[in-house]
């Protein structure tokens, strides 16, 4: 098992819940940037709790495409995030919460409520659960998507993250190409 952070804090701590794991799970420091690794090491499980609320929109999309450039094809994808409340109490927190947000962003840690499911594109993800948990009035969102049939290489997904940017759909034409793809 491996585990990233980018606080130091965060590491010490995971590390010393960790000792008796020590031959099996390790915790890096990240530099910050978006690229898990080469897919020849992919994954089966990519899992992301609490992390994603803190990022831009863009830094979103990135994230998510890089999970599905190298997950396995049986691999799944495990987010949690903040997201908008469903009851009553609920929706007033996320109001309220979105109002601090606004105003001054360390009031609520950086974090904001997300909707996790419209980052993850039908047509390169199968969703496979999804849930809203709400405790104490906060509502968290947990999805486990896994993707579908082909793997996107890096320069396809900054391609596709080009053309998304520029407000068009596209997808590759893979049965017009001179060659098959595997899997």
């Known amino acids: 098992y491996e585990g990233t952070d980018i606080s130091q804090t965060m590491i010490s701590l995971a590390g010393q819940r960790l000792l008796s794991y020590e031959k099996r799970a390790k915790v890096t420091k990240s530099d910050g940037s978006i690229d898990f690794g080469r897919a020849e090491h992919a994954p089966d499980r990519i899992v992301s709790t609490y992390v994603l609320d803190l990022l831009s929109d863009a830094d979103i999309r990135s994230v998510i495409d890089e999970a ?16 908008c409340g469903s009851t009553i109490f609920s929706k007033l927190v996320t109001t309220l919460w979105k109002m601090l947000f606004a105003a001054h962003p360390v009031l609520v840690g950086g974090c904001r409520p997300l909707m996790l499911e419209s980052y993850l594109d039908q047509e390169s993800w199968s969703l496979e659960y999804h849930h809203v948990v709400i405790q104490y009035g906060i509502a968290s969102e ?18 596709r993250k080009l053309v998304h940017a520029m407000g068009v759909r596209f997808s590759f034409m893979r049965d017009a190409l001179p060659f098959r793809f595997r899997r």
């Open 68 to 83: 599905r450039r190298v997950l396995k094809l049986d691999g799944k994808l495990c987010l949690v995030s903040l997201t």
């Open 142 to 159: 947990v999805v486990v998507a896994s993707p579908k049939s082909f793997r996107v290489s890096k320069d396809e997904a900054a391609a």
